[in-house]
């Protein structure tokens, strides 16, 4: 469990004066902190950040800027004015556009400062969700597109400290990090910030407490639904998966909701680390579909957030096609979609994978054109779905019925608990192939690599009756 501090009750070791008003910072040893101030000239809305850092042992780092995230490309156009602030240190650009090198007297505090504008025009649909959102009466950003740091690992612990400044007195900020604390610090992974959310502004802010953590739900326009049946249906899905998990969750979740520009009915979103957000069209409804995409990012909490790391390849058929086959039986399991629902999604995304027209492609050409083709990148979700709609009935049939693919699941997770896994298709071969028996490494090769046809398997127990450990 990450704590949580209001800075201004630390004391002891913090004594070197505050770069944001309200923390003190370590006297000694490396940290890394943010202070972010709205501002709004002539209608436009940009953020200021200053950042401020210690790094031991060294007296130059590159410094990274946006870059490349889940397809979007060139998002340090978001970035300007970047400037030292520290006296002696100086920055020096490079040949990489998303990199600069900084040199720095050692065990010195690195000060600089930043703007963040709007980079895209246009409106607000798939090709702008993981741009940063920048309007008069509200902002949305995320670790990948609006922050700027030192190279460090992204693994490793780091005292971090985080300042909402001179917000106007109506707007409401959340973020993943620390929930709705305008001063924020914890010694924690960088990630926790460099894949966060952050919101604020004119939104609706609604506050969940389950079982002693809290899930923070952000909204904004006007829907066929009450924001009240938005955070119960949050509140039912995150209590059946972490109810799956045997995971209690992180002392903040939080989810964001923003109308988009797409077609009536049309949403879309992306998880980060603790948090979700959602961009929905108009006229959308708490339908199946939307339920769907609210259980599938979610589950992105574990899969693959808990179960490992991801370097280079990334099994796409595992994290994103075994997430679809969870997120359709966990609705199942807390009874927010019927057996009949559960079926008819099974038989429409079975014809819709044998439609397609990438249906035998080979599995590293799924791997290489998955951002840059929409039915690469869906191929990728159809056959990790089915995949494991398969290994579940192989499993159950296996075990006589003891056990299912819960069980290989949540061992993984426990593994993951205990010691770091990296999740390549070699490993998953591996690790499933106790459960499943030596089809796991043939169907691997044949239907993910090969390209064969999936054949659709139904587990002899229903998807309600799933086995935990």
Known sequence: ??????????????????????????????????TIEPKLVDGSLSLEVLVSFRLTST??????????????KELYRAISNLEALSPGTTIQVVEKAWQRRLTFQPGQIVRLRYRVT???AGKINASSYLRVMLDQSYFQVAGRNFLVYPALPEDEEIPLFVEWKNMPPAWKVVD???????????????????????????????????EGKTVFVATRGQWDFTDGQLVDLVRRILTGERSFWHDPGAANYVLTLLPSDDAPGNYGGTALEDS???????GTRLDFQTKFLLAHEMFHTWNPGKLGEIHGENPFWFTEGFTD??????LLRAGLISAEDYAND????YREYKASRVLHAKGSEVQDRFFS???????AYLRGNFLAQRWNFLIQERSKGKQSLDDAMLNLLHQAQSRELVLTTRFLSEHFSAYVGPDAARDIQRYIEEGETIPLAIAPSAPTAGHTR
Not at 59 to 72: R, V
């Open 1 to 34: 469990m990450r704590l949580f501090f209001i800075l201004p009750l630390l004391g002891l070791a913090l004594s070197v004066p505050a770069v944001a008003d309200c923390a003190t910072l370590p006297k000694a040893g490396p940290f890394l902190a943010y």
């Open 59 to 72: 007296k130059t780092t590159e410094l990274n800027l946006p870059s490349e995230w889940q397809g979007q």
């Open 118 to 120: 709007k980079d895209w």
């Open 176 to 210: 993943s990090f620390s929930g709705d604390f305008s001063c924020q610090f914890s010694k924690t992974y960088l990630i926790k910030l460099s894949n966060g959310l952050f919101a604020g502004g004119a939104i609706r802010l609604n506050k969940l407490d389950l």
């Open 276 to 282: 979700f957000a959602l961009f929905m069209g108009e």
């Open 325 to 330: 086959y969870y997120a359709r039986t966990l």
């Open 346 to 349: 099974v038989d429409t995304a």
């Open 373 to 379: 083709d929409d039915d690469f990148q869906r191929l």
